[in-house]
């Protein structure tokens, strides 16, 4: 006997849920490391490095949570698990090009000011889209019950 259809999207939705907080967490695990790097040279004083994760925690969230609730919960749920999206170097490969794209897109908007280089913001920005993409496509089958391609 087979769960019932809610059930099933309930299930995918902590799926995708799960998905997107594992991608979220490797972002900040990317900014602390960027920011004690700053700390060793001495251009961030140490007590600020706590402050500043939890600074970035919210702003990568201004990102993460529209994108998860808008795109990748529905992609998620509906996205059937013969498509060669799921597969994990396609899923992969198009989260990193995602997350560049998104983070391009936001700093050519004159983004909020930051005093992280270029290219910090935009290696965070792939690694929670590549991160979130693989590990999606690694857990698909757990929470999707079916085989994907």
């Known amino acids: 006997m087979s769960a019932s259809p809610i059930k099933q999207a309930l299930w995918k939705a902590l799926g995708s849920f799960v998905a997107t907080s594992v991608g979220w967490s490797s972002g900040l695990l990317v900014i602390a490391a960027f920011a004690s ?3 060793l040279r001495g251009d961030l004083p140490w007590r600020e490095v706590p402050v500043g994760v939890v600074g970035y925690c919210f702003l990568i969230g201004l990102f993460v949570v529209p994108i998860w609730l808008f795109i990748l919960l529905p992609l998620y749920v509906l996205l059937p698990s ?3 999206l799921w597969r994990t170097p396609i899923c992969t490969a198009l989260g990193l090009a995602v997350g560049i794209g998104i983070m391009f897109a936001y700093l050519s908007m004159g983004g909020i000011e930051v005093p992280m280089a270029l290219w910090q913001i935009t290696v965070t920005g792939s690694i ?4 979130t993409c693989f590990f999606g496509a690694r857990t698909a089958t757990y ?3 079916t085989p994907t391609v």
């Open 82 to 84: 013969t498509s060669h």
């Open 128 to 131: 929670v889209g590549g991160v």
């Open 37 to 39: 790097a700053a700390a």
């Open 143 to 145: 929470f999707r019950g």
